[in-house]
Each structure stands twice: as C-alpha cells, then as structure tokens.
C-alpha cells in the first residue's frame, strides 16, 4: 500500500527494480546488505516531504542514501521501508564570493562543488577521501585531511534546510556567521546521521584558494617518532593545513597499488597553505621539528600533478590494502585521542596488530589525534572476521580509556552502536533517545542506528 501511495504521488520516482534495490542495500563497510523494499529518487524538497508524509502515516522506515561511501552501516535500510536516493538533488543554488559562503542541495558531490567553486578562486576544504555527497557528509559529521586547519562540517555547515520526520520543512538557521537565537539546530542535524530528519539544503563556509600550495614527505624509523613529532608542530601552532601519517605496512601496499616509489618506511605527507612567504616560513618550522624527532628524507613541492599524485595515494591506502588480500574487503575503523595521548595508543595498537598476527595498516589524521586502522580480510573467513572484531573491541576501549571516542569521524551508524553508552554514560545516550522520540515519535527516520530502536518503552 505504501508503494503504490509514493507510485501514486512521484510516479517513476519510484522503483522497486531488483537491480537498484540491491545497489542501496549496502555501504563500503562490512555490514550484512539488506534490501529497501522501494527506491525514492527525490529531485526536490517537496518529494523528500511527499516521500516522508506517506511513510510516516504508515509507520514505514526511510533511510537517506547519497553515494554509499559511509563505513558503519549508515546508510544500510537495516529494517527494509524507503531508501531515499538524494543524489539527483545535485544544484549549486547560489555562491557568494562577497560572503564567503555558498547553498547547495544535498546531492553535490565534494569534487563537483570545487571544480565548480575554482571560477571564483574559492574551495570547500573538508576532503574525507572518498568523493562523497555534501549532504552525506553533513549527515556522519564527515573531516578528513584537512580538518586540522580548516575544521570538520560541524564547524563549517553555517545552516541546513531540513524535512522532518512528518514531512515539514524548517530551516535551521540563517547565513550570519554568528547567532545566539535559540537552540542550534543546525548542530542538532549535523552527525544524526539521518536519525532526526533529511537534509535537502545545505549553506557552507567557504575559503579562498591559497595564493600557494606545497606538499612534502618525511620519513623516521618509527610511528612513535613521527607522531610526537606531530604533536610538537602542532603545539608550537605551525600552520599546516594536512599532516598525515602513512606507516611502513600502508606505503608498502600503496606502492605497489598506485604505483608510486615513497619510501617505504614510517611517512608523514604534509600540506601547506598560503603566501609564498608565509609557507616558506611553516615548511622551515616544521622540517626542524620533525628533524629533531628523528625525521629525514625531507622533499617538498609545489607542483600540482606530484600534489594531486601524493594525496591520491594516500586516499587510495585503502583500496591498496584491500588488493592485499584475495577476496578482500577492508573492515575501516578509526578512533580519535587527545593529541597528547596519541604515541601512546597508536604504538599500543601497532603491539597488538603484531601480537593478534593481524595485517592493519594504519593511516590517520593524526593532527587531530584521529587514526585508522585499515583492517582487512576475506567476509567467507567468519574466524578471520572474529578475530577483527576482537581487536576493534580492544582498539575501542583503548581509546576511551585515554579519554578519547570510538569515532572521529565514521560516525556510529550501527557498527559502533554498543560504544556510544560506554563513550558518553547512559544518561547522556537516554538524552539524545529523548531528542530522537520528540521529533520521530514513529521512529521511521533511519531506525536501528546511533541510539538504536527508540519508543516509548525507552522512557
């Protein structure tokens, strides 16, 4: 009856064809697909609103789906319903060099924004690595390579357009840069991860492309040295605008992927924005920082193809290590500490990868103190798969016990669901099931996921 209702008010918006159902069942991460029983592919904010009237007066689910790059589960319609297809929303609506700031629909793609945004000498900083939907991104609180300058989206979306679960529209704030009316909702939807309601447009910060950019690389003999060489750049307040580590097991295995020739020990690959003085002046900073912590082999660039060269590598440390493997598939984690603990639970982890005989590169954005373990193994090997879920659960608690989170940036979707009570304490978890409840009282917005099924019995 639903069907035939959506069939009813969006016509061939609607498709139930086997094909496309089984593409939005699953994300990139290792959760088990489930099929959505119809596909939505909304191209306004009045289909979202349609799409949500109808289901919510038939109590079906509706998940939001951009591009299924998420890695917890996301966007997995774990309880069947609607899967919400937002990429056709895919409009640039306005941009303003003046303001800095631009609205867009959720369904923009991060590269389509900067190619489009490179006319008028501005870029959307936040690059996750995958090329992920706007709205997708908003929706996990998405960082990334360089958050360490220019912040994450939860700093960076200024407002959002958001339908509710009973199908009204609000907006969630207006373009000034600062407000103290109200509650900020904006930072309400950031993160849910489609649990609270469906972004259909977004206002975002923008910056103006650095008059110089230049990357560099620089080796030690040990992740210990590189990361409290990191620590003391960032400490001291060097301007770097990306500083990433890449250990000897994932420049190994990116070698041999993309074909490059980086040295094949511990890395660090690093970025800087600015004047061509302001950059010199950084680069000298950092290079005799590291160099006291044991770095050499400093090389540096500015040229656009060896840039652009050196970060895809890196972004494709995961597809390298997954080809590691016959029959692959990479089961991505990350957790993120305070930087001043972040030697301590990186070299904690390297122990135990080598103890447990596990293969885990591990890559991070480690500026932010936020590490991924790059986990990966045959989804048939059910020991295998237990093994790496014995080890998240360690690397997990490690991380909290250091006073950090079980996610900097993947969100909770359902893979990390049974953490968010031991991260945060019941009492906040019973908070946000409150916030949940107020505005999805049918709990049809994404259910299963961050706080889990929700209802009246919860309170």
């Known amino acids: 009856m ?3 209702e959506l ?19 699953k994300d990139e991460s290792f959760h088990t697909p489930t099929l959505p029983d119809a596909v939505v592919f909304a191209t306004c ?22 591009a299924g790059t998420s890695l917890e589960g996301n966007s997995t319609p774990i309880r069947g319903g ?6 056709q929303m895919d409009k640039i609506l306005r941009v303003s060099g003046e303001d800095l700031d631009c609205t867009i629909q959720p ?22 690595g995958a090329d992920a939907t706007l709205g997708g991104m908003a929706s996990t609180g998405a960082s990334g390579t360089t958050t360490v300058k220019y912040g994450a989206m939860k700093q960076l979306v200024m407002s959002l357009t958001v339908v509710t679960a009973n199908g009204e529209v609000i907006t969630t704030s207006r373009r000034a840069r600062k407000t103290s009316a109200g509650y900020d909702l904006t930072h309400l939807f950031v993160g849910s991860e489609g649990t609270l309601g469906v972004i259909t447009e ?38 770097v605008a990306r500083i990433e580590l890449v250990d000897r097991d994932a ?21 800087f924005h600015g004047s061509a003085e302001s950059t010199a002046i950084d680069i000298a900073q950092a290079r005799e920082i590291l160099e006291r912590h044991g770095g050499q082999g400093f090389k540096q660039t500015t040229d656009e193809s060896e840039r652009r060269k050196l970060w895809q590598a890196r972004h494709d440390a995961g597809l390298a290590c997954r080809a590691h493997q016959p029959n692959g598939r990479i089961f991505s984690t990350d957790v993120c500490v305070p930087i001043s603990k972040l030697s301590q639970c990186v070299e904690e982890t390297k122990k135990d ?26 989804p048939a090997d059910h020991q295998a798969i237990e093994r790496l879920e014995e080890f998240h659960t360690r690397l997990v608690k490690r991380s909290l016990s250091l006073e950090g989170t079980c996610t900097g940036e993947h969100g909770i979707g359902i893979g990390k669901i049974e953490y968010l009570v031991s991260e945060l304490g019941s009492e906040a978890v019973d908070a946000m099931r409150a916030i949940k409840f107020a505005l999805d009282p049918n709990g049809i917005m994404n259910p299963g996921k961050v706080v889990g099924e929700v209802s009246l019995s919860n309170f």
Not at 107 to 128: A, I, T, W
């Open 107 to 128: 369904g923009v793609r991060r590269k389509q924004l900067n190619e489009y945004l490179s006319r008028y000498g501005l870029f959307f900083p936040v690059d996750p």
């Open 45 to 66: 904010t009045q289909d979202v609103a349609t799409t949500l009237k109808i289901c919510n007066a038939h109590q079906t689910p509706v998940v939001a789906w951009g």
């Open 7 to 25: 069939r009813a008010a969006l016509g061939e918006k609607v498709s139930v064809n086997a094909t496309i159902r089984e593409h939005h069942s």
């Open 202 to 239: 977004l206002t975002l910060r923008l910056f103006g492309i650095p008059e110089v950019i230049a990357s560099a690389t620089m080796q030690f003999e040990t992740v210990r040295e590189a990361v409290d060489g990191v620590i003391e750049v960032i400490q001291l307040g060097v301007d």
């Open 353 to 378: 990868l080598s103890d447990s005989k596990i293969f885990g590169p591990i890559v991070g954005h480690v500026g932010d103190g936020n590490f991924h373990v790059l986990l990966t193994c045959d």
């Open 2 to 4: 639903v069907i035939d």
């Open 82 to 87: 609607v899967s919400l297809d937002l990429s």
């Open 251 to 271: 420049v190994v295995a990116v070698n041999r992927y993309s074909n490059t020739e980086l040295p094949e020990k511990d890395l660090l690959l690093l970025e």
